[in-house]
């Protein structure tokens, strides 16, 4: 289940805030916001930054962009609990009523994965066989995650160098002019801002974001592991109890020690 991931938009208000609250403070000079506001350095950056991504990728990975910054702000519930206890469940109405039996009950489970998973076995597809469609499937998630994602890495690559772009502009013309000492505050300007809104842009928003959409990725990864696991479990026979020790040791060790602490009988939060 996705929702709204509140810490990518905290965590780009206080990077952001830092910043103002420095400039306000700051004991040297002024420290006016609008010294920080250049029209020239935003253009070099920004226009130097589109066009790259533009060379690099094709209309069909920019039409992605949209769904993947989307997902930056958003997080999975992966319930590891609720997940091993389905498959115990699964694997009980397997013992007792046959690998048929599980597909009367399938509209019951919400993820497509999952029910991939039980319809191949209960089709009497060979274990090995089973292991090798699935995880095709997860290889093709991995896969076109990582195209999504790699729009922003490379935007968190090209945004310092169109920075260090736009600090060579600021300096030649710093040196062009050098006898219009009027020219030489605005025109170092230039070249240091130009710096700076690159690598804020590396730094603070893209760089993140990629780092958090392959955590994602990764986490998905994670989780689809056990659904086959899980799947394989259930179509070869294992006993419910073997199974759940078996998927058991795919939960985090913070979530064990909570299993065995909770008095029997009591189920246990996987938060």
Request: no cysteine.
């Amino acid at each position: 289940m996705k929702k709204t991931d509140l810490l990518t938009p905290i965590g780009l208000f206080i990077g952001m805030t830092a910043m103002f609250l420095a400039i306000f403070t700051s004991t040297v000079g002024a420290g006016n916001l609008t010294d920080f506001l250049q029209v020239t350095s935003i253009l070099i950056v920004l226009g130097g930054l589109t066009a790259a991504i533009f060379i690099n990728f094709s209309l069909a990975d920019l039409k992605l962009m949209p769904r993947v910054f989307k997902e930056a702000f958003q997080t999975r519930n992966h319930d590891l609990r609720s997940l091993i206890d389905t498959f115990v469940d699964l694997s009980t109405k397997a013992r007792r009523e046959g690998l048929l039996a599980l597909e009367a009950g399938l509209e019951e489970v919400e993820d497509p994965f999952i029910e991939k998973g039980v319809l191949l076995a209960v089709d009497g597809i060979e274990p090995d066989v089973i292991k090798d469609i699935m995880m095709a499937e997860v290889v093709a998630m991995e896969e076109r995650h990582r195209k999504g994602r790699l729009v922003i890495e490379k935007a968190a690559e090209y945004a310092p160098a169109w920075g260090m772009i736009g600090t060579l502009v600021g300096l030649v013309l710093m040196l062009q002019n050098l006898n219009d000492p009027t020219t030489l505050g605005p025109n170092m300007a230039v070249a240091l801002l130009t710096t700076l809104y690159g690598t804020l842009l590396a730094n603070l928003v893209f760089g993140p974001m990629a780092h958090k959409l392959m955590l994602s990725t990764e986490d998905e990864v994670f989780v689809k592991q056990i659904i086959i696991e899980g799947v394989i479990g259930v179509q070869s026979g294992q006993n419910p109890k073997v199974l759940q020790e078996k998927l058991a040791a795919f939960l985090p060790a913070s979530s064990k020690k909570k299993e065995e602490e909770a008095p029997l009988g009591e189920p246990v939060s996987n938060e």
